[in-house]
């Protein structure tokens, strides 16, 4: 059935057949209210302010308010071509490989351009205690995403994972296990997902189709009143961070979401709050080199806490041939998603990645997206 030709009804049907894994109750108003407060304390916490006319991001249509905080600028004279066959074949950098290729070490704030185009925004929470706020919670939050959540395949993606098995599926994810058999992993660590996802789900009879649906989630986390409360007061926090640094890319991505209806990553989180589709927490990370898949014009917003003492965890721009410090402090990177990245190779560093992002297909403005974020609204008492 085609996607564009689903029925309410049909819809309907499959969401009545959807994991309950999948589904979300309304997060009550008196845990809203307390995360809230305690992200509004960030906009009271000073930073020297500097708004820059010369830069953009991409392709962000909003060219005023693109940097608001006072950075030494660093614009490159050239890129570094990066070799093309890391999308076949995972390339990891280590500090051994870092020392050969000459790559410069950053360990204080800055925001790096290329013919005015901004290739990455790193700073410290020396720079901001606003950082220091926002990353309060992260210690709790980690044990109980790893609790609550599936771990991502480290292959970066698995069409048929946690989809219903009947015959047909079971078939078509058997083939798809036996041609990623000996590849190789596209990161180590933990990685966790939540937030919206679109995927289509296969039947043999007519209760298939296109669905936009929660990400898997032990139903326990529904009832969970710290577990959401930390979630929750993060994550805004991290996009609070992102209105504060860059108004233009925290313009953007919440009017794609509201134009398209998008109901939240969070049940009952207003989108000036948090309008990302989805969220991601790491530990132990460490990625090969990839562009990832969001929006051009936005950025994916990463936040760190501290790896272990004694340990090590560094962020790699290739192309701009810097590896920024992500052990002495914590810090906040904001990163256009085409522009090839990495996390070093340090092994076990306890370290925690979080992660806003927002996926081209969730807010589409389609038929589609209007029926199921219509249905979404119902359920959960929108």
């Known amino acids: 059935m085609a996607s564009s030709n689903m029925t309410t009804e049909h819809m309907n049907l499959l969401f009545k057949n959807m994991s309950e894994m999948r589904k979300r109750k309304k997060i009550k108003p008196s845990i809203l209210k307390r995360a809230f407060t305690e992200v509004d304390k960030i906009k009271k916490i000073s930073f020297r302010k500097k708004e820059y006319s010369d830069i953009f991001w991409g392709d962000n249509p909003y060219k ?136 289509f789900q296969g039947s043999k009879n007519s209760a298939g189709g296109t669905i936009v649906a929660y990400q898997p989630r032990k139903v326990e986390a529904n009832d969970d009143d710290e577990f959401l409360f930390d979630l929750v007061y993060t994550y805004c926090a991290l996009y609070e961070l992102e209105k504060r640094y860059a108004p233009s890319i925290a313009k953007y991505r919440y009017e794609l979401a509201s134009n398209a209806g998008f109901i939240g990553a969070f049940p009952s989180v207003p989108l000036e709050r948090h309008c990302a589709t989805g969220v991601g927490a790491s530990l132990d990370f460490a990625s090969s080199i990839h562009n990832d898949s969001g929006i051009s014009g936005l950025t994916e917003t990463i936040i760190w806490n501290l790896p272990e003492k004694g340990m090590k965890q560094y962020f790699i721009s290739p192309t701009i041939n810097l590896v920024f410090d992500l052990t002495k402090h914590k810090a906040i990177i904001l990163q256009p998603p085409k522009v090839p990245h990495s996390t070093l190779s340090t092994g076990n560093h306890k370290g925690v990645g979080l992660v806003n992002i927002t996926k081209a297909n969730i807010v589409a403005e389609t038929e589609l997206n209007k029926k199921w974020y219509s249905i979404w609204k119902r359920s959960i008492g929108l």
């Open 64 to 199: 005023e308010n693109s940097l608001v905080i006072d950075l030494p600028h660093i614009e490159l004279e050239a890129i570094t071509p990066v070799r093309q066959d890391f999308r076949k074949k995972a390339v990891y950098y280590d500090e051994e490989r870092v020392k050969k290729e000459g790559m410069k070490y950053i360990d204080t704030s800055c925001v790096i351009t290329y013919r005015g185009e901004i290739m990455i925004v790193y700073i410290t929470e020396t720079t901001d205690k606003a950082i220091t706020k926002a990353t309060e919670r992260i210690s709790s939050l980690a044990p109980k995403m790893e609790a609550y959540y599936p771990v991502k395949e480290n292959t970066f993606y698995s069409p048929f994972r946690l989809t219903d098995k009947d015959a047909t599926i079971k078939e078509k994810q058997e083939a798809y296990e036996y041609k990623m058999k000996g590849k190789e992993a596209r990161y180590t660590g933990k990685n966790w997902m939540d937030g919206m996802i679109r995927y």
